[in-house]
């Protein structure tokens, strides 16, 4: 009927967004591969806090593999379009590192 109001419906509950495992983020080594210092700068915020040192950063693929391979990190966030070498070279160059474990356990597959 023209007029008439339609029937409220529930909503369904929004799902958290509280992690749901529990990290101690301090413990953790973070490698930052970004070539735009805005954005290098908001990822240092937004990681710093939980951090006592925020995340290295590199300014571009190269960097980034010659970080790898100096120091071992549990995450690494990569631009995909870098000046010297983009984002999917540097990950492919890292993970065909020798020392690195991803390397290490796909040789024993």
């Keep these: 009927m023209p007029g008439s ?4 419906r529930a909503r369904p509950a929004a799902p958290s967004l ?3 495992i529990e990290v101690n983020a301090a413990a953790l080594d973070i490698l930052v591969a970004e070539d735009n210092d805005i954005i290098r700068k908001l990822i240092s915020k937004a990681i710093g ?6 995340p290295n950063l590199v300014c571009n ?3 980034a593999v010659e970080a790898v391979q100096k120091k071992f990190y549990h995450l690494v966030l990569m631009d995909m379009q870098m000046p010297l070498m ?8 890292i993970r065909g590192l020798s020392g690195t474990r991803n390397a290490r356990s ?4």
């Design 61 to 63: 693929g190269k960097e």
């Design 106 to 109: 796909r040789s024993s597959r």
């Design 86 to 93: 983009d984002g999917i070279a540097a990950t492919e160059a």
């Design 18 to 20: 509280a992690p749901t």
């Design 5 to 8: 109001a339609c029937p409220a």
């Design 49 to 54: 806090p939980a951090r006592a040192i925020g």
